[in-house]
């Protein structure tokens, strides 16, 4: 079948984890990416086991379907072969720190000068301008930077907790894509090219969205919540078990009755001093609102230690209450694995004799041929197919 962004071809400059991934999703989808890395040793997430080769796993994840062409950009010949290359090209990508492409003639200007309709994404850390936007910029250091850290964790004395992954690098990566995607629509519709700024700081500034947007709006800080839920209605929360954790979303005086039938303490339904009986008893719902946060958590804590949260998190449900066991990713994947329990349209990519797997692109299409057939590209594969007639299209 054929796929959304054939006849697409992308210049991709960028290394780790946003770019790549961002060029992922284009290279998925149907475009041509060819992947422009160092000839001494590429990409840094080239470096894997022995075994793996230049391929490692996490490499193959973010650049299955791509091209290769190992060229060093600092020197005159390379830098002019990426110029060639751009002439032909319809989107360019590159993530380096603002400034260090254009000491090679590769920045937005030198490039719209050779093809005025080019879509030219940089990614950065902190943006294309700025005081700050030539520092360095790693995940966890952004989420320190942006307040994420100081979200995270039960109590305000608690130290900072990271995300437990980079979120703000995949987040980026995405939003990368998404605004590439819709500057190619623009110019099928206008015929004009595009410079997009997307930086791992308005990233995590999404990732928070709500709370962002509170603050600027009302200037209201926000508290730490631990494993509760945004809502902030006293049964979006986290309990212990006898068998271990269950995570509950009661959010709606509807919701919150079944929660307390199930655990038999329907009392609090009426109990004036703990619930805002006015809202959680008005015909127009919303949340359910705590008088008495601490005596409620108090409540529901001593009857989950009494239950099992598998035993629970099948008879919540079954109640119309959200509800899930707490799980590691690993035994996740397991259990939904061939079970048609969820959507899962995972990829599979032929690597070097051996299989790697990825859940995919995070949605899928009715009509769409799947992943591409080609995985991750070795160093240089491509150089000679890009430097002869790969010139023209």
Not at 93 to 122: Q, T, W
Not at 223 to 233: H, W
Not at 350 to 357: E, K, L
Request: proline content about 5%; hydrophobic content about 40%; some cysteine.
């Amino acid at each position: 079948m054929s796929k959304p962004l054939e006849g697409v071809r992308v210049i991709d400059m960028s290394h780790v984890i946003a770019g790549p991934l961002a060029s992922f999703y284009l290279a998925q989808l149907g475009a041509e990416v060819i992947k422009v890395e160092a000839p001494q040793g590429g990409e840094v997430m080239r470096t894997g086991k022995p075994e793996e080769g230049d391929t490692p796993t996490g490499f193959v994840a973010l650049n299955a379907g791509k091209r290769s062409l190992a060229i060093d950009i600092r020197t005159a010949q390379g830098a002019q072969a990426v110029r060639d290359l751009a002439r032909t090209a319809d989107v360019f990508i590159e993530n380096f720190r603002p400034g260090v492409v254009a000491k090679y003639g590769l920045h937005y200007e030198a490039i719209s000068a050779l093809k005025p309709d080019m879509i030219y994404c940089s990614i950065s850390g902190y943006g294309q301008a700025g005081e700050w936007s030539g520092r360095g910029a790693y995940d966890h250091v952004v989420q320190a930077l942006t307040g994420m850290m100081m979200m995270s964790g039960e109590n305000p004395s608690d130290p900072p907790v990271k995300v437990g992954f980079p979120v703000i690098d995949v987040a980026v990566g995405m939003l990368g894509a998404l605004s590439i995607v819709s500057a190619l629509h623009r110019r099928d519709r206008d015929g004009i090219g595009q410079q997009i700024d997307a930086s791992m700081v308005q990233a995590s500034l999404m990732l928070m969205y709500p709370s962002a947007s509170t603050f600027l709006t009302n200037g209201a800080e926000p508290q730490r919540v631990g494993n509760r839920g945004y809502t902030g209605s006293p049964t979006a929360d986290t309990y212990r078990c006898r068998d271990g954790w269950l995570a509950t979303a009661a959010n709606t005086p509807a919701q919150f009755r079944q929660l307390a039938a199930v655990l038999g303490v329907e009392d609090l339904c009426s109990d004036g001093e703990a619930l805002d009986l006015e809202r959680f008893n008005s015909p127009s719902g919303g949340f359910v609102v705590a008088r008495n946060m601490d005596y409620l958590r108090g409540r529901f804590n001593a009857a989950f230690a009494l239950q099992s949260a598998f035993a629970m998190e099948l008879r919540l449900n079954a109640v119309g209450v959200p509800a899930a066991r707490v799980r590691k990713l690993g035994e996740f994947l397991r259990e939904v694995d061939g079970a048609n329990k969820v959507t899962l349209p995972d990829f599979y990519f032929d690597q070097n004799g051996r299989q790697v797997r990825t859940p995919g692109l995070g949605f899928s299409y009715r009509s769409e041929g799947g992943p591409t057939a080609t995985a991750a590209p070795t160093l240089g594969q491509d150089n000679d197919a890009l430097m002869g007639t790969g010139l023209a299209r």
